[in-house]
């Protein structure tokens, strides 16, 4: 049973390029919901997707940042324009509904030069 | 903000039950309590999670206090691998989708 599946584990961008994050979520998992987290910090929610559809986005920044979850294929968080502020862990969830306890990934590290 | 405030950090010797309190006073009705924990540089990962019975599974115990303000993780027997920054989290069952993390318990155990 595969768990949830992210890659890059890393990823190094200059500023001003884009970074491309995956996930796939566990086997009949539905729902994804995307995490940030700075260094000695706790996580923060970012959005949280089903297939094809936003349910929230409240977390995201209103610029540069994009999700989409497909009807085929991995979930994508996108950042356009990366600023180094952008560095962080990004650590993806699937549940197979909303009540069931979030199963997460082991994260994109995100380093901007 | 999180609903819930943990200890920074304890010690717990190995092979002896580590007992991480977690304090919820605002808890609504149909918030349950979940508990997580972080290994460094990993992902969060699932361990338990309770409305107001207690509940036993095989990572750990959570006991939840009969107002619900409180509740108390349980590791049995802690091994080193056990060392990792533990998260106590409440959610509604419904309507609210999203994590709220605190700053967690730094468990370090000692050989």
């Known amino acids: 049973n595969a768990g949830v599946m992210q890659n890059p584990r890393h990823l190094v961008r200059r500023r001003g390029q884009e970074a491309r994050l995956r996930c796939s979520p566990m086997k009949g998992h539905s729902h994804v919901y995307w995490y940030r987290q700075l260094p000695e910090e706790g996580l923060k929610f970012m959005v949280y997707l089903q297939k094809e559809n936003i349910i929230d986005e409240s977390g995201m920044p209103k610029e540069r940042f994009s999700a989409e979850f497909p009807k085929e294929g991995p979930s994508i968080l996108r950042i356009q324009q990366v600023v180094r502020g952008d560095s962080a862990a990004y650590f993806c969830a699937s549940s197979r509904d909303e009540g069931q306890p979030q199963h997460f990934g082991d994260g994109t590290r995100l380093s901007i030069l | 903000d999180a609903k819930t405030t943990q200890p920074p950090s304890m010690d717990c010797a190995e092979g002896r039950a580590a007992n991480l309190p977690c304090n919820h006073s605002t808890i609504s009705g149909n918030e349950y309590v979940y508990w997580y924990r972080q290994i460094h540089s990993q992902g969060p990962q699932y361990i338990i999670h309770?409305?107001?019975n207690n509940e036993t599974n095989e990572m750990a115990s959570l006991i939840i206090t009969e107002d619900r303000k409180s509740s108390t993780l349980i590791l049995p027997h802690a091994t080193l691998r056990d060392t990792a920054v533990y998260y106590c989290?409440?959610?509604?069952?419904?309507?609210?989708?999203?994590?709220?993390f605190g700053t967690g318990t730094r468990l370090k155990v000692l050989a």
């Open positions: 989290i409440v959610r509604p069952f419904s309507g609210t989708y999203k994590y709220i």
């Open positions: 309770g409305l107001k």
